[in-house]
T-cell receptor, first 119, second 112 residues
Framework: GAVVSQHPSWVICKSGTSVKIECRSL??????MFWYRQFPKQSLMLMAT?????????EQGVEKDKFLINHASLTLSTLTVTSAHPEDSSFYICSARAVQGSRSNQPQHFGDGTRLSIL | KNQVEQSPQSLIILEGKNCTLQCNYTVSPFSNLRWYKQDTGRGPVSLTIMTFSENTKSNGRYTATLDADTKQSSLHITASQLSDSASYIC???????????FGGGTRLMVKP
């Protein structure tokens, strides 16, 4: 089955540090990848949609200069949390959708998430 | 506004018992509905997907139903196991777009 790998799975760093999270589709190509944020006991909240070769589309209220997204290839998207602060601590999850087929019927395959803790 | 509501928010059952989780949605135009299982600290994993014309879909001990008229879905878990303890998320996709609408999830705990 389709596998999405996310790295790192857990990171702890000091306030002010920038953190990069990678999302890779291992056995399929993905023109579109999605970045979500999840707070404890809550569901996933879409942050941005990452399209290969073009600028990401951010959801309302998400600072694009704070959360930098790069989707340089069909198998890799990165999310960089710049100058992270304690309020950025959260569980970040990416997902990827395969290239072919109708967009709405192609499933999103989720990574295992990255737990970010900012001290 | 597209919305997906799940009930109950949390549920505790004994191992071996059955349970049913509910999902009501107002997403339009409807494309498909998926149930995901999310273990603590992990990403969601798809259990079932149903389109407009499908009423029921099974995946092992998981059976999902869909009533497109009333815009309701359920996930029935048979003979629960300790490993079923997780959050179950109902996700509805609108047609012709990226938009997924997530339910708030049901946190299931199966006790021995």
């Amino acid at each position: 089955g389709a596998v999405v790998s996310q790295h790192p799975s857990w990171v702890i760093c000091k306030s002010g540090t920038s953190v990069k999270i990678e999302c890779r589709s291992l056995d399929f190509q993905a023109t579109t990848m999605f970045w979500y944020r999840q707070f404890p006991k809550q569901s996933l909240m879409l942050m941005a949609t990452s399209n290969e070769g073009s600028k990401a589309t951010y959801e309302q209220g998400v600072e694009k200069d704070k959360f930098l997204i790069n989707h340089a290839s069909l198998t890799l998207s990165t999310l960089t949390v710049t100058s992270a602060h304690p309020e950025d601590s959260s569980f970040y999850i990416c997902s990827a959708r395969a290239v072919q087929g109708s967009r709405s019927n192609q499933p999103q395959h989720f990574g295992d998430g990255t737990r970010l803790s900012i001290l | 506004k597209n919305q997906v509501e799940q009930s109950p928010q949390s549920l505790i059952i004994l191992e071996g018992k059955n349970c049913t989780l509910q999902c009501n949605y107002t997403v339009s135009p409807f494309s498909n509905l998926r149930w995901y299982k999310q273990d603590t600290g992990r990403g969601p994993v798809s259990l079932t997907i149903m389109t407009f014309s499908e009423n029921t879909k099974s995946n092992g001990r998981y059976t999902a139903t869909l009533d497109a008229d009333t815009k309701q879905s359920s996930l029935h878990i048979t003979a629960s196991q300790l490993s079923d303890s997780a959050s179950y998320i109902c996700v509805v996709s609108a047609q012709a777009g990226n938009m997924l609408t997530f339910g708030g999830g049901t946190r299931l705990m199966v006790k021995p």
